[in-house]
Nanobody
Framework: QVVVIETGGGLVEAGESLTLSCRTN?????MAWFRQAPGKEREEVAC??????NRRYADSVKGRFTISTDKRTRLLQMTGLKAEDTAVYYC???????????????????WGQGLQVTVSS
């Protein structure tokens, strides 16, 4: 049983930074972050391949968010946060190994419980 473990989240002011962390209890897998704001559909944020070779970002976060790896923990470093970044952020993992990770929630098998990120303006 693969368990996705997320840490981080919280309340920050617009323009500030925040880092979310995610790891699985076993194995090396592609990992992605998604988010869902109140009253809106879930949307993709970023993903990274199991071997850290490739990354993808949603247009809404390019240049502000960075997904990286520190040992076996995947980090989502968020800078220049805006009020519209307020959402519950979900980390997801999948056991399919391809050259590129996918920014589609349907591709992911295991999900964390979600972290609240609130950006005050």
């Amino acid at each position: 049983q693969v368990v996705v473990i997320e840490t981080g989240g919280g309340l920050v002011e617009a323009g500030e930074s925040l880092t979310l962390s995610c790891r699985t209890n076993t194995g090396d897998y592609d990992m992605a972050w998604f988010r869902q704001a109140p009253g809106k559909e879930r949307e993709e944020v970023a993903c990274i391949t199991w071997n850290n070779s490739n990354r993808r970002y949603a247009d809404s976060v390019k240049g502000r968010f960075t997904i990286s790896t520190d040992k076996r923990t995947r980090l989502l470093q968020m800078t220049g946060l805006k009020a519209e970044d307020t959402a519950v952020y979900y980390c997801a993992s999948r056991n399919t190994r391809e050259k590129w990770c996918k920014l589609s929630a349907d591709e992911y098998h295991w999900w964390g419980q979600g972290l609240q990120v609130t950006v005050s303006s």
